[in-house]
């Protein structure tokens, strides 16, 4: 059973550029957190969602990003017009059942912005 | 509001000496207590968690922590470190958000140098 898998594992993007960073969660998993690690800082809850459904966004900044997971596929987290403050490691986790001490991390993507 | 402290943000120690990674942390309702490791490069493993029970949780690799309530701290402790032990550690708490949201709220790291 493979783990979770993200990618690209690095991403390079210029200043204004959009970033697509994939998510794909273990077998069996409906459900996926995406965290943010900013240089020097903890991880950062950014949104939880459920298959086709986003449940609580509350980390999630309020322009230029978005998330989703759908139906079928990985879950993907969008970072539209980047700029260099979004520099960091993107982390998502997944859970079979969305309840607490499920999570399995993936490996990250690392975003430098130019 | 919850929230997690590490009070160290690095720890130096010989190989084969004893660690104690503190953490802390303050919430207002029932919480769940975590630690994780972070290889460089790499993403987070679970190392041990707190959910109910026991006080004191362990891991497979030697590694142990107490739940203190009345102290709210999840210290870390290994009674004899490893080379391979060298890694940044996580502490975190989580607690339902009221949207059906376990999500873990973390400290900065505690980033361990186990010297040969």
């Known amino acids: 059973n493979a783990g979770v898998m993200q990618n690209p594992r690095h991403l390079v993007r210029r200043r204004g550029q959009e970033a697509r960073l994939r998510c794909s969660p273990m077998?069996?998993?409906?459900?996926v957190y995406w965290y943010r690690q900013l240089p020097e800082e903890g991880l950062k809850f950014m949104v939880y969602?459920?298959?086709?459904?986003?449940?609580?966004e509350s980390g999630m900044p309020k322009e230029r990003f978005s998330a989703e997971f759908p139906k079928e596929g990985p879950s993907i987290l969008r970072i539209q017009q980047v700029v260099r403050g979004d520099s960091a490691a993107y982390f998502c986790a997944s859970s079979p059942t969305g309840k607490v001490g499920g999570y399995t991390f993936g490996s990250g993507t690392r975003l430098t912005v130019v | 509001a919850q929230s997690v402290t590490q009070l160290d943000s690095q720890v130096p120690v010989f190989e084969e000496a004893p660690v104690e990674l503190r953490c802390n942390y303050s919430?207002?309702?029932?919480?769940?207590l975590f630690w994780y490791v972070q290889y460089p490069n790499q993403g987070l493993q679970l190392l041990l968690k707190?959910?109910?029970?026991?006080?004191l949780v362990e891991s497979i690799n030697g590694f142990e922590a107490e739940f203190n309530k009345s102290q709210t701290s999840f210290h870390l402790r290994k009674p004899s470190v490893h080379i391979s032990d060298t890694a940044e550690y996580f502490c975190?708490?989580?607690?339902?958000?009221?949207?059906?949201?376990?999500?873990?709220?973390f400290g900065k790291g505690t980033k361990l140098s186990v010297i040969p």
């Open positions: 077998k069996g998993h409906s459900h």
């Open positions: 975190a708490v989580s607690e339902e958000s009221g949207a059906g949201s376990y999500q873990l709220t």
């Open positions: 919430s207002s309702v029932s919480v769940y």
């Open positions: 707190y959910l109910s029970g026991s006080t």
């Open positions: 969602l459920q298959k086709e459904n986003i449940i609580d």
